[in-house]
């Protein structure tokens, strides 16, 4: 039997199609749900072009019939808008304030209501990306979920990059001897390519191997940069020399990396970035970007031109900086950057429209970033440019992501059996004892 779900405004902002993935049920808009899409479409930001993405869809379907009534979508279900049932009569003694979230609510309610009435009702579920809406439905003995349909992946699921895989002392000894393997003499099942394999000895001797799937997936090899010290950074465990592999090789344009606070991803691509740049001149220009999302309360707006605006928000890039270049007084760093004119520090409002030809370009903070403005980053990078997107999904500051939908997970889990791309989950924290205790434990 079909269902009716009742979505919540939260829904549509985060996944604009959302209407699309109910299959052959019902769904059902409230009013109320179109005055709040209606108040966020001027926003010129991810969230209001959600807004007018949804009320394009609506409008486009209106065209095939009257909403009020319900109209049939492609996937066999059918959407209605929901202008009846908004009595707060039920709901006013329990939720005494009118607010939109009540309202909605009430439409849900006074819908189940109805249907339990009927001999063959169907079930009715409000559909929610906020948790108290979630909480306030079960006081009412309604049916709420969360939308789940936007997330890349299962829990628990995301693609590590690596492989801890036990092999014979004489695979071991081969694989040393010829600095290449065929896969099929490691394990039987299939790779990724650019992936990489940790193999140790299945008799438990201390002899291990690290090497990398090649992009046609049939042989392990030896890491090209296992041994290097970049910029005075030298890899200080097995993930680190990983995503130098992957930082520094030229045939790999796209680099995603993850990892709790402390671990190093900042450092190191700020470091193989700068190599490349400055030293190899493979690239005419290093840039670093990073989304403007604050953590904690917003600071609002600053004072000064664009530069002193960003540079609060961008301070931690410099933090990095400074360490590479070992600078010693205040301000010493940017004296620097201003007489390398190849090192630009930018934040990703200024993306969009832009072709990035010849440049190595480090997204921090990936976290942060929506499906939508991952593919808009991606889709600006030009001839012979390479860009790493990294961060951490265990710290999103964004309210409608989450660890399982952000951008940086949609990049990895889409990308992972693409051969131009790398992925390296970076496990271990460098940072100090004290950071990694905190990232373990808080």
Known sequence: MSKIYVLDTNVLLQDPYAIFSFQENQVVIPAVVLEELDSKKRYMDEIGRNARLVSKMIDNLRET???????????????????NHRSFQRLQEIFIEVTNDNRILAVAKNLSLEEEEKEN???????SKDTLVRVKADALSLQAEDYLSDRVIEMNEIYSGFLEIYVSKETLDLFYQKGEISLSEVANHPFYPNQFLLLKDALGSSSSAVGIVDKNAKLLKKLLYDEDIIWGIKPRNVQQTMAVELLMRPDIPLVTMAGKAGTGKTLIALAAGLFQTEDLQLFKKLLVARPIVPVGKDIGYLPGEKQEKLRPWVQPIYDNLEYLFNTQKSGEIDQILAGLNSVEV??????????????????????NLTKHEVKTILTRVGERSKIVLMGDTAQIDHPYLDEYNNGLTYAIEKFKEQPVSGHIKLMKGERSGLAQLAADIL
């Open 121 to 127: 009702g169907r079930a009715v579920i409000l559909v």
């Open 346 to 367: 930018e934040a990703l409002t200024y993306i969009r429209g832009r072709s990035i030809p010849e440049q190595y370009i480090i997204i921090d903070e990936a976290q």
């Open 65 to 83: 019939g009257k909403l009020h009534e319900g109209v049939a979508l492609k996937n066999g279900g059918s959407l209605r808008i929901e202008l």
